[in-house]
């Protein structure tokens, strides 16, 4: 299944300070979504240093029900669907935030070397 951008706006998040309360500000969006309730929350700041594809982490998150993503710096790239080789699905234009409802290996990059991102994944452990 091909990622849907179900959620486009330009906002920044700010106060989250554990995974719990990580989880509790996912909660309505996956209620309303996926019509569950998820299980873990990853979340980062992303600095890569370069414009290369990288494997977004996870953390304890195996089953993907969501990611919400904020282009910081410069644009960000997604691809959600990755098998061979990357392709751009998705680009995220800076300063907006997008949510996105997806399934496979995500790999997100910056258009730039100078770009930062933010994220806040969600889903099952299982």
Do not use: C
Request: a negative charge; glycine letters at 8%; hydrophobic letters at 45%.
């Amino acid at each position: 299944m091909a990622a849907a951008s179900l959620i486009t706006a330009g906002l920044k998040i700010t106060g989250l300070e554990s995974d719990e309360s990580l989880l509790n500000a996912v909660y309505e969006i996956s209620k309303r979504v996926n019509g569950t309730v998820p299980e873990a929350v990853q979340s980062g700041h992303v600095t890569p240093g370069d414009a290369n594809w990288a494997v977004l982490d996870l953390g304890s998150v195996v089953t993907v029900k969501g990611l919400l993503i904020f282009a910081a710096v410069d644009d960000v790239h997604v691809d959600t669907t990755y098998v061979a080789s990357e392709v751009a699905e998705i680009i995220i234009p800076e300063g907006e935030v997008n949510f996105l409802s997806l399934a496979g290996i995500v790999k997100v990059k910056s258009s730039d070397t100078t770009g930062e991102y933010d994220y806040i994944v969600f889903g099952d452990t299982s």
